[in-house]
Every structure is written in C-alpha cells, then in structure tokens.
C-alpha cells in the first residue's frame, strides 16, 4: 500500500510560480510518478510524469513552463509550475504506479488573472 502527500497548491497570480511536492510512503518499488490535474467539468489529464530512471513526459499545454523532478532516495517528486496561466486552474493530482496506481488527496492550484 503507498501512500501520497500532496502540498504546495494555492493562490496565484497569472505569471507567477509554484512549487507542488508530493511524498510516497509505503513502497520502495515505484516505477513512475506524476502529475494529473483536473478542472471543473472536465476529465482528469496527465501533466507530466517522470519514471525511476529519469525519464520525463509532459502535456504539451505545459511543455517549456512546468518542470518535473524525483528524489529517489525520498520517494518524492516535485513539480516546478512557472508561467502560470488562469487555465491552470485545476486540483492536482499525485500518482504513483508500483504495479498498480495509486492516488493522492489532491491540491488545489488557481490561478488568478
């Protein structure tokens, strides 16, 4: 069982940075970890995730603003929000998949314009 705390949402100003954290307790086998977020109405989509080794994806509406990171010895991955835009605006989601997913609480980030 792994669990995930999320922190680092809140209020922003549209070109303003945000830092969310989220720590995975309960597993040392994770293979991949990430963001998803979603807005009211709307599905939850990926924003970006990063493997064990490193390797990163990304959306394409965040591509070049949102930078995401992992400390493996903590088990915790980071993701860097610069630029922010109003349609940002979503709760998100941390996700971790050993060999199934599992899910955060959630964090809500606005972005005000």
């Known amino acids: 069982q792994v669990q995930l705390v999320e922190s680092g949402g809140g209020l922003v100003q549209a070109g303003g940075s945000r830092r969310l954290s989220c720590a995975a307790f309960?597993?040392?086998?994770?293979?991949?970890m990430g963001w998803y977020r979603q807005a009211p109405g709307t599905e939850r989509v990926l924003v970006a995730a990063?493997?064990?080794?490193?390797?990163?994806n990304y959306a394409d509406s965040v591509k070049g603003r949102f930078t995401i990171s992992r400390d493996n010895a903590k088990n915790t991955v980071y993701l860097q929000m610069n630029s922010l835009k109003p349609d940002d605006t979503a709760v998100y989601y941390c996700n971790a998949h050993t060999i199934r997913d599992y899910w955060g609480q959630g964090t809500q980030v606005t972005v005000s314009s």
């Open positions: 309960g597993s040392s086998s994770i293979r991949a």
């Open positions: 990063i493997t064990s080794g490193g390797s990163t």
